[in-house]
């Protein structure tokens, strides 16, 4: 049932600067530090979650986020 | 030149004998350098040379003596192997060399003695790892310490060229002060004109570089072992060291010992070994901090016969990092001794990262109130609880050292922070510090 291709998402931390979009869009991968900064939950997207994250990136007003393949296995 | 022969006769250096690297006396110019080395080894030419320099280092087992430990030769293959694919296709070809003697590590100074004593060994690397990996251009990237180390530099560069060694074009650099400034993506960023601050990786140095060149940056220590591998092969420079850390290295031994200074050991050398080799302790110790700033406490008398190796520390709970030992004497608090280095790092994060600007400030904090005040449990905790918040959360390693540092001090000196959350701080912490932490003037920014 798996997806041939599975996704995670990265975080750039340089170009974070803490909008909290992403925890907002997204708050089952990702809550926010005490400073503001998104933790990430490690491991792949969930399938049933990707459209939510695709989302999440795609409203990053830094371009901080992406979501990017992962070889599966 | 006639003082320079390129029949290389000279006898090599007995394969046992230390030191390897740095000649005890006065620094060595380029005869004195060849007559105690012999000629430089045939430049590594085509692909076969290239291939055969590399073999030869992966064979030694040398692995970076800068701080991260990472096998020599993969490196250089890496950026052999983007150099090459990117000649043929639509990519930029060739390749960079920076040889990376900007030490800013406070506790260190060995890269210093090592350009200071040696500039030809580093200068010899420079040639052939340049040669081995095709690079047209190489930089040797120093820190501003000593004024007038550039100038020698330079003029050891001329002194080569005029005796018609083969090599490459070396400029020399000074990188500005500061910790992450030697960073390997930070000096790549400033020679490519930007601040000298890391870079988000992918891409790395290796796969893109300066100029968009596939670089390798590599340890001036390092360089200096491949001209000696590349003389006297990968068997010779294994007869000291061990299977699992084979080789020398320079060592910066401070703190509690009879002669704080440079020293090359063989990797390995128990740690108690190592302080007699510095003159023995000079008051009781209690523990030893290893690998500098980004590396770890290690407790004595029961970690005297950890093996001072990249392996041997790092299952100790610490690490090799760039070879510094520093001996903390027992009349010293562990706590006051870590919040103090706490305070200096945060002041020199590159506050890029978030989690590094902020959660760096806030770990010095806590442990600054552990150390100076204590009775405060929920301070312990909330100090425990940012760790995790800050490890590997950067675009570089940076923050991740000053984590695992206060990892292993909570570990290390969990007794003194049971008594500090009881009865408040030790006598011991108003002592004067023992970890040198440069004071920038300014202050903190």
């Known amino acids: ?73 | 030149m006639t003082a320079v022969r390129s029949n290389g006769t000279a006898e090599q250096l007995p394969p046992g004998q230390l030191p390897r690297l740095v000649a005890p006396g006065a620094p060595l110019g380029l005869e004195a350098h060849l007559r105690r080395y012999g000629a430089l080894p045939p430049w590594p030419a085509g692909p076969a040379g290239q291939a055969q320099l590399i073999a030869s280092v992966e064979r030694a087992g040398l692995t970076g003596r800068g701080g991260a430990a990472f096998p020599t030769a993969r490196k250089m293959r890496a950026v052999a192997g983007t150099a090459a694919r990117a000649g043929r296709g639509r990519r930029r070809g060739g390749a960079v060399l920076i040889a990376n003697g900007a030490e800013s590590e406070p506790a260190s100074g060995k890269d210093a003695i090592l350009l200071r004593q040696s500039p030809h060994l580093v200068l010899d690397g420079i040639a052939l790892a340049a040669g081995a990996v095709g690079a047209a251009d190489a930089y040797l990237c120093v820190d501003g310490a000593d004024p007038g180390l550039a100038g020698r530099l330079l003029a050891a560069v001329a002194e080569r060229e005029q005796a018609g060694l083969p090599g490459v074009a070396v400029r020399v650099v000074v990188v500005p002060e500061g910790y992450v400034t030697s960073e390997e993506s930070a000096l790549v960023n400033f020679l490519n004109g930007g601040p000298a601050v890391p870079l988000y990786v992918p891409p790395r140095p290796f796969e893109r570089g300066v100029g968009g060149q596939a670089t390798l940056v590599n340890n001036v220590e390092t360089l200096a072992h491949i001209a000696l591998i590349a003389r006297y092969g990968p068997g010779w420079f294994a007869a000291v060291g061990t299977p699992a850390a084979p080789g020398s290295a320079l060592v910066t031994v401070g703190g509690a010992v009879g002669r704080p200074g440079v020293y090359e050991i063989g990797l390995g050398l128990p740690a108690s070994e190592l302080i007699e080799l510095a003159g023995g302790p000079s008051a009781p110790l209690r523990a030893i901090l290893a690998g500098g700033y980004f590396g770890g406490w290690v407790p004595l008398p029961e970690a005297a016969a950890v093996p001072v190796s990249p392996p041997g520390l790092r299952s100790a709970g610490a690490s090799f990092g760039a070879g510094v030992l520093i001996a903390l004497p027992a009349a010293c608090c562990g706590l006051a001794e870590t919040a103090r280095v706490l305070r200096y790092l945060a002041g020199q994060s590159a506050r890029q990262c978030g989690p590094c600007t902020f959660g760096l400030p806030a770990i010095a904090d806590a442990l600054a109130h552990l150390a100076w005040r204590g009775r405060d449990e929920r301070a312990a905790d909330w100090l425990r609880s940012l760790l995790p918040l800050v490890d590997k959360r950067g675009a570089c390693h940076f923050p991740d050292g000053a984590v695992a540092l206060v990892a292993s001090a909570l570990r290390v000196f969990a007794g003194d922070l049971e008594r500090h959350l009881s009865q408040g701080p030790c006598p011991d912490a108003s002592r004067p510090a023992v970890l040198p932490v440069p004071r920038p003037p300014g202050g903190r920014r």
Do not use: F
């Open chain 1, 1 to 73: 049932m798996s997806p041939a291709v599975s996704r995670v998402l990265r975080l750039n931390p340089i170009a974070c600067d803490a909008h909290g979009v992403c925890a907002g869009l997204l708050p089952e991968l990702v809550t926010l530090d005490p400073w503001g900064y998104p933790v990430i939950a490690p491991g792949p997207v969930p399938a049933e979650l990707e459209e939510h994250a695709r989302r999440a990136v795609a409203s990053c007003p830094t371009l901080a986020l992406r979501l990017e393949r992962q070889a599966k296995g």
